[in-house]
């Protein structure tokens, strides 16, 4: 079936470093891809996404570009801030299947000053 | 209302006592979806809704788990005879139809089974 897989964390890095957190998928088709961000004490809030192959999203300085050729949907930051400390999901989506979200482990990144 | 709505915010039970969850979707979203968010388990789909039918229950991890959804609004999502497993933090989530469109998500239930 289909599935998410990222890279485990906790991961912590210093205020202004490069972030990557790497997320594969297993799907069949041409599912939409997803991160969402769960920041301290809230909900679970859409970070950006993609539709299609070489598609990439963007948001707060954040991207990830649908890599059909190595099924991965990695997300990207060049310079972390302290606020940027939450849990990150990935996330596929498939019509076929009630357009359920597959989520993956989530990846905590916390950010030091 | 603005967003996803849930309540209770926060309910702790006995184990053995039944629960009730209620989810009031974004106004329009005609796809409802449960999920589970367990320490260190991520998030588990447990039950689908589009209008007031379930496809896909595929998640609900027993028979003591049920929803319904009503007017193809609100949704309620029981636990019946609850066990200390159960502890978890229930979200709901709705979206518009299309593989593309976002989910978006209540600030969840926490359920405590003492």
């Known amino acids: 079936g289909d599935s998410v897989t990222q890279m485990e964390g906790p991961v912590t890095l210093s205020e202004e470093a490069f972030l990557t957190i790497n997320c594969t998928y297993t799907?069949?088709?041409?599912?939409?891809l997803f991160w969402y961000v769960q920041y301290p004490g809230e909900g679970l809030q859409l970070l950006l996404k993609?539709?299609?192959?070489?598609d990439k999203g963007s948001n707060k300085g954040f991207e990830a570009t649908y890599r059909k050729e190595t099924t991965s949907f990695h997300l990207e930051k060049g310079s972390v801030q302290v606020s940027d400390s939450a849990v990150y999901f990935c996330a596929l989506r498939r019509a076929n299947q009630g357009g359920k979200l597959i989520f993956g482990q989530g990846t905590e990144l916390s950010v030091k000053p | 209302g603005a967003g996803v709505s849930q309540s209770p915010s926060n309910k702790v039970t006995e184990k053995g006592k039944d629960v009730e969850l209620r989810c009031d979707p974004i106004?329009?979203?005609?796809?409802l979806y449960w999920y589970r968010q367990s320490l260190g388990q991520g998030l588990e789909f447990l039950i689908y809704f589009q209008g007031n039918s379930a496809p896909d229950k595929s998640g609900l991890p027993s028979d003591r788990f049920s929803a319904e959804r009503t007017g193809g609004s609100v949704s309620t999502l029981t636990i019946q005879r609850t066990q200390q497993e159960d502890s978890a933090v229930y979200l709901c989530a709705s979206s518009l139809p299309g593989q593309g469109k976002e989910l978006f998500f209540g600030e969840g239930s926490r359920l405590t089974v003492l």
């Open positions: 106004s329009g979203h005609t796809a």
């Open positions: 799907a069949t088709g041409y599912p939409s």
């Open positions: 993609a539709t299609k192959a070489d």
